[in-house]
């Protein structure tokens, strides 16, 4: 990073012929000479580049005095050394320091524009300058200007025989982009792709003899008049009535002065246009020609005025504003019909089911923003319907590109709920307060297209995501109670039961990896005695579709029976399972669904029925048929092969809260 000059040195531009050779002076301010004595010690100055030199300085006039030509030292640095430094002055650089940086930068941005012309300077050097220059190049020039402080422009005036007489500001700021346009476009590279070392190499050559020929480059380019596009709007906007486009001349040498091109004949300012106004004219629409397709009614006549717009056309040079705009080609709108564009955005919701899979699709839908402001379902069906670029809507005219309307009528990106999770609990550190949607920046980048859509999540996706960011840190209350569980639970048992909780009422499942014989199998069962009890959270249950209105547990949906648990277990543990439930919640019936016998009949919303892998493997069609509160795999490291026979079954068996328990989590 380039660093600035010290902020308390003041800059002074000092022109040069040819252009490409300006300095800029720096130099420190006076210092206060009645506060040294014998017992300060000044602190060193600080470095300045350039070499140390005199140069004539003009103080500015105080009062009714004239301004005081003095010579001084400074240090004096080429100006296309310094522009880095100057474009890095920081707020507390002096007033020079910045106001001449603010020249560097708007003189760099006409250089980068092609604003760029060749001429012969005073004395015959080669050099580029800095034009043509249209209105808003103008207004630029006036304010920096009239901002510049005297010290930027404390040289003298040259031609002044006692050099007393301050160089002008605006006189300054052409002579910056002067230097800066004659300086950039040189060296051994523009040399060789120019084939000459005229006008491309750094050091100046003496063409006296091409003043003809730069004159006449210059009054090409140069012309007396400016066009400018106007537009339109149909008086109704529910009429259908075509837009106009109007053409304007505004003066070069007048900016103030604009013509409309229907009024030339008859303008009283004709003459501030220049001497050959429908020249101009059309050959500023041959230039627009090179960035837009100009309407033939417009291109094949002497004396073009306006025309109207078919809506490609109308697209068409919308799309084509910025380059036109690069060109010196401005459109203009009328002043109650600013355009902005419609903006969408894909808004990811939950599946439609309460509870789902981490792999499951998410909800998605297109929504439409103007201004930030969503708009409702009117205004949208407006927007499909009509098949035009433009619309009116309170917000004003909103331009509508194809590759909007095309996506509103797709489904939208498809995204998975853990993907989406995923992206939103990486970035719920950053958020502040409760958005409407929160953004998914990873997402976002995976579906870009011409209209810049962003991927956000519903508030109800986004409560999941903070919920669920929640119960990995949060510390639950050491008495926990669970009613019908005849155990005391340890501290991280309190902890893996409230969050095996928390999963459930958000509709997630998990995977209890505690270590063997830290009781995995205890925790489970008062899982089950919690969710079971009456004052359990709500379970999403599966089918039902919530809004982020009424989201799961707002109690405005009557909650419906969980279900009974189905634990799943190999069957060395079926016994483990019997008493262990019959030990911890002595009240839950539990029926083991194994052998010759089994029956899935008359069973309690809270029994608890424990099967194995072969007989899910048989039975999965008869499991099937029963929606489970909790489905429980034991040891699910047996099903890690999710192609296997097992893992099939097993996911064909519906539960609104789906546990695996094991003690290998890396299988």
């Excluded at 800066?180 to 000459?196: I, K, Q, T, V, Y």
């Excluded at 837009?243 to 040498?253: E, N, Q, T």
Aim: proline share 9%.
């Amino acid at each position: 990073m380039v660093a600035p000059l010290p902020p308390s040195v003041e800059v002074t531009f000092c022109p040069v012929d040819p252009p490409r050779r300006s300095l800029v002076a720096c130099r420190l301010p006076e210092r206060d000479q009645a506060q040294d004595d014998l017992f300060t010690v000044a602190p060193d100055p600080p470095e300045l580049p350039g070499e140390r030199s005199l140069f004539t300085h003009v103080a500015p006039r105080r009062g009714g005095d004239r301004p005081t030509a003095t010579d001084t030292m400074a240090n004096l640095v080429p100006l296309i050394d310094l522009v880095p430094r100057l474009i890095a002055a920081t707020s507390e650089a002096s007033t020079s320091q910045r106001a001449l940086g603010e020249v560097v930068r708007a003189g760099l941005a006409l250089v980068a524009a092609g604003r760029l012309l060749p001429c012969v300077t005073p004395t015959g050097w080669d050099s580029w300058a800095v034009a043509p220059l249209g209105s808003e190049d103008h207004a630029v020039l006036g304010a920096l200007a009239a901002s510049l402080p005297p010290e930027v422009h404390a040289t003298p005036l040259p031609g002044t025989r006692s050099g007393s007489r301050l160089a002008g500001a605006e006189a300054t700021v052409l002579s910056v982009w002067d230097a800066l346009a004659d300086a950039l476009p040189r060296g051994e590279a523009s040399e060789a792709l120019a084939g000459s070392h005229l006008y491309s190499a750094e050091a100046p050559t003496r063409v006296p003899h091409l003043r003809p020929w730069a004159a006449k480059a210059i009054a090409q380019r140069c012309r007396g008049a400016a066009l400018e596009l106007c537009l339109h709007p149909p008086d109704s906007p529910e009429s259908g009535d075509p837009w106009r486009l109007i053409l304007r001349l505004r003066s070069r040498a007048h900016p103030t002065v604009a013509v409309l091109a229907s009024g030339i004949a008859d303008s009283d300012q004709r003459h501030r246009l220049g001497p050959t106004p429908w020249e101009d004219l059309r050959s500023e629409l041959a230039r627009a020609g090179a960035h837009w397709v100009v309407p033939p009614e417009l291109a094949a006549v002497d004396h073009p005025t306006d025309t109207v717009l078919t809506d490609g056309q109308l697209d068409a040079l919308i799309d084509a504003t910025d380059a036109l705009k690069r060109a010196g080609i401005r459109l203009f709108w009328p002043d109650d019909a600013a355009l902005t564009t419609v903006k969408i955005r894909a808004e990811l919701r939950p599946p439609s089911s309460g509870a789902f899979g981490m792999e499951e699709l998410c909800d998605t839908r297109w929504r439409a923003h103007v201004d930030g402001r969503r708009l409702n379902a009117d205004e949208l069906d407006q927007l499909l319907a009509s098949r035009r670029p433009l619309i009116r809507t309170p917000d004003g005219w909103v331009r509508v590109p194809d590759e909007v309307t095309a996506k509103l009528r797709t489904r939208g990106p498809e995204v998975t709920v853990g993907s989406a999770i995923a992206d939103l609990m990486a970035g719920l550190e950053d958020e502040a307060g409760e958005p409407e949607g929160a953004g998914l920046g990873r997402l976002a980048l995976e579906d870009t297209h011409a209209a810049e859509p962003t991927v956000v999540a519903s508030p109800e996706l986004v409560k999941r995501a903070r919920r669920l960011a929640e119960l990995a840190h949060e510390q639950p209350a050491t008495d926990l109670s669970v009613p019908g569980l005849k155990a005391e639970l340890r501290h991280y048992q309190v902890r893996g039961v409230a969050w095996m909780a928390g999963l459930a009422e958000l509709g997630m499942g998990g995977v209890l990896a505690d270590d063997m014989g830290l009781g995995k199998t205890l925790q489970t069962i008062a899982v089950h005695q919690l969710l079971h009890g009456p004052d359990a959270p709500t379970v999403p249950p599966l089918g039902r579709s919530e809004s982020p209105e009424a989201p799961a547990g707002s109690g405005e949906t009557p909650a419906a029976p969980l279900g009974p648990t189905l634990v799943v277990a190999p069957t060395s543990l079926l016994g483990t399972w019997e008493r262990e439930c019959r030990r911890f919640a002595p009240d839950t019936p539990v029926r083991r669904y194994h052998g010759a016998r089994r029956d899935l009949g008359n069973l309690a919303d809270n029994a608890v029925v424990v099967t194995t892998y072969g007989v899910l493997r048989r039975d999965h069609g008869e499991l099937g048929k029963r929606t489970w509160g909790i489905v429980v795999a034991d040891e699910a490291q047996a099903v890690k092969n999710p192609v296997s026979r097992a893992a099939r079954s097993l996911r064909r068996v519906p539960g609104r809260f789906r546990l695996a328990l094991t003690g290998t989590p890396v299988e």
